[in-house]
């Protein structure tokens, strides 16, 4: 790493594609870790964020075959699941009575049957059951497809999922963007421009929604930084995005195989998204997927939340995750407490509910 280019991230100054392409390049890990630390803290202070949340995939059933999942199935193959609604509400009673879940994350299968009023069902009948309880549903990939199969526009899709009970949204679907790399990694999938206009879309009809990028498979660096400026430019425009979640590769039981992600490349993915997008709020190091001692060091490396207890999920543990599918509160304030960061329990919106000293 250059002493200019050092020196003007010291300084606070916007990062160019040549810039980030440089960072992405350099061997110097600590001096990243630095900066990218000084920048979170500089942002949210010493505090790291976490959630009482539980995960729920209503179906792996889906019209899509995207080569780095292995969780989809088609209807009738073996290992095919679709909840029902009575299902669901019987994993939110187990869950909220054992660990005072404060949001519901829900994401799956692109369904051939399932009719649009059927997900609206779904809110709805969490909301009027559960009026608290977060709502934090579907990615632009099923935003997309509820709008083709309900008729509607994005934005009306939108207002009517929100109307009947829709708070948020995941970042999950954004991949890479890159039309190169988004035509051999997940050729059915929606185009990387198609995500963003549902994005810009929600943002406007006043839900909120994180961001992610899919590393480690077969993009370059090059590929990311285009991800990451792509993200940058709209956030400028709209502000509705909340937190980024880079998220690794898992090659298990995928069709494209392949290793997992290095720590180094973790870390170094986690520092360089703290230091390009300075428009958001939070970087998110989602343990599950990075397990939970490079998570913890990642809070020294720009990432200022680690996700929650999470509960049940299925997507990365299908792909050969290598963490347990659930953490209790305990655990996670003590890996906080053991990076040098203070525990702060968030609602949604990242407002503090319990700050643990």
Known sequence: MGTSLYSRISQGKRLTVRDALSLFES????????????????????KAYFIRNHHINPTNICINRCRFCAFSRSKGQEG???LTIRDIMH????????????????V??????????????????????????HIKAFTAVEIDYLAKIGGL?????????????????????????????????CPEKITGDRWLEVMETAHRAGIRTNATMLYGHIEDYRHRVDHLMRLRRLQDRTGGFQAFIPLAYHPRNTEMKGGYTSGIDDLKTIAISRLVLDNFDHIKAYWIMLGEKI????????????????????????????????????????????????????????????VYK
């Open 27 to 46: 061997d110097d890990l600590f001096a990243l870790g630095k900066l990218a630390d000084a920048v979170a803290v500089k942002k949210n202070g010493k």
């Open 80 to 82: 095919a699941f679709a």
């Open 91 to 106: 994993r939110l009673r187990t869950a909220g009575t054992g660990t005072g879940i404060s949001e519901v994350h829900i």
């Open 108 to 133: 799956g299968g692109l369904h051939p049957d399932w009719p649009f009023e059927h997900y609206l069902k779904i809110l709805s009948t969490i909301k009027n059951r559960f009026p608290k309880l």
């Open 153 to 185: 526009d994005l934005y009306s899709t939108l207002v009517s999922l929100r109307a009947a009970g829709l708070d948020s949204m995941p970042g999950g679907g954004a991949e890479i963007f890159s039309p190169e790399i988004r035509n051999r990694l």
């Open 295 to 354: 998570s913890q060091l990642a809070l020294r490396f720009g990432a200022d939340d680690i996700d929650g207890t999470i509960i049940e999920e299925k997507i990365t543990r299908s792909a050969g995750g290598l963490t347990g599918g659930q953490m209790t509160v305990d655990q996670l304030v003590h890996l906080i407490k053991m990076a040098g960061r203070t525990p702060v329990e968030r609602d949604s919106y990242y407002r503090k509910l319990m």
